[in-house]
């Protein structure tokens, strides 16, 4: 884990409170796995907000390129998308475990809700490195105007499938309904999934790997305070573990296998 300032290359709007923001760091870049995350101080003069903001790894791109993308969603967001080119920035990471990648025949499955799709981006470069199959992703937003990166995700061989919850763009509905149809048609398949995005999507989906005994990874957002395992603020209780009650976001996650959370207690 690295504490490093590192200079604003870009940071532009993309869609509806939606931006990305890229900087370099040689030593970031080659640490950095799919799934993991960083804990951004936005500006060391200011007391507000106080504390840093987790953001997941994005995307790597040039070699030590690092990206993230963000939604606008309250103070600290705010004061992030007013951050230009060249101002410094404190970053904390890479943090937490990351994706298990799956093998070159398995059959990656992509589910991203709305800014879930920030860490699934990184996930599906990789995949799209080793992969003898076609990717498939579902993304579901709740509009046209939150839609972000689908030209990019197709430049990375992905079939992918949209939906928005008013009919906007894509298939109206859920994104959720898009498994519930896939694996009505192709559970054979065997899918690997990767999900990111709100937990009662998230939930739902996981609940349904289950049940149909599909191996299926979920990146969960937590309250982090600290990202470091020393507040406490991200605990999730464990489904499956004898002799850990609870999990910590930030340092036994953000990336669970779906069986070792409780749903139930979401
Ligand atoms: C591991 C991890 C990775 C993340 N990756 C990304 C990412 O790639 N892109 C991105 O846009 N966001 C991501 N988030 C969420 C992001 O950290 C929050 O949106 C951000 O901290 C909000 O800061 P703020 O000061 O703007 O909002 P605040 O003023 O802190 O909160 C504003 C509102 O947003 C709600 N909120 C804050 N944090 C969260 C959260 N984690 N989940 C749901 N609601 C929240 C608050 O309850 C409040 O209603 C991630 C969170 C975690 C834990
Ligand atoms: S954020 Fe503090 S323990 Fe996880």
């Known amino acids: 884990m690295l504490e490093e300032t590192v200079l604003i290359e870009f940071n ?8 990305l923001m890229g900087f370099r760091s040689a030593d970031l870049a080659s640490l950095a796995k799919p799934g993991q995350f960083l804990m951004i101080h936005l500006d060391r003069n200011t007391k ?14 040039d070699r030590n390129q690092l ?12 004061l992030l998308s007013s951050l230009k080119e060249d101002d410094p920035i404190s970053v904390v ?3 937490g475990n990351g994706f298990t990648i799956s093998g070159p025949h398995e059959r990656p499955l992509l589910i991203a809700g709305g800014m879930g799709i920030a860490p699934l981006f990184f996930i599906a470069q990789a995949l799209n490195k080793i992969q003898k199959h076609t990717i498939k ?10 839609v972000v990166l689908v ?24 994104v959720t309904d898009l498994l519930d149809e896939y694996l009505r048609q192709e559970l054979n398949k065997k899918p690997v999934i990767y999900a990111c995005g709100p937990t009662l999507m998230l939930k739902k989906v996981a609940q349904k790997a289950i049940t149909s005994n599909l191996r299926c990874y979920v990146s969960l ?4 305070a600290c990202g470091l395992g020393i507040c406490q603020g991200c605990a999730v209780k464990a489904g499956n573990s004898k002799d850990k009650p609870y999990y910590y976001v930030c340092q036994d996650g953000p990336v669970f296998s779906s069986e070792m959370i409780d749903w139930r207690a979401i």
Do not use: A
Request: hydrophobic fraction near 35%.
């Open 12 to 19: 532009r709007q993309i869609g509806k409170d939606t931006w």
């Open 48 to 61: 507000d907000p106080l504390l840093r903001r987790p953001f997941s790894i994005h995307r790597i791109q």
């Open 67 to 78: 990206m993230i993308l963000y939604k606008i969603v309250g103070k600290g967001t705010l």
């Open 93 to 95: 990471g890479p943090l």
């Open 137 to 146: 992703m579902f993304l579901g937003f709740s509009t046209s105007q939150e």
């Open 151 to 174: 030209d990019q995700l197709k430049g990375l061989n992905i079939d992918l499938s949209l939906t928005t919850e008013d009919g906007s763009l894509g298939i109206k509905g859920l």
């Open 221 to 224: 957002e937590g309250c982090m």
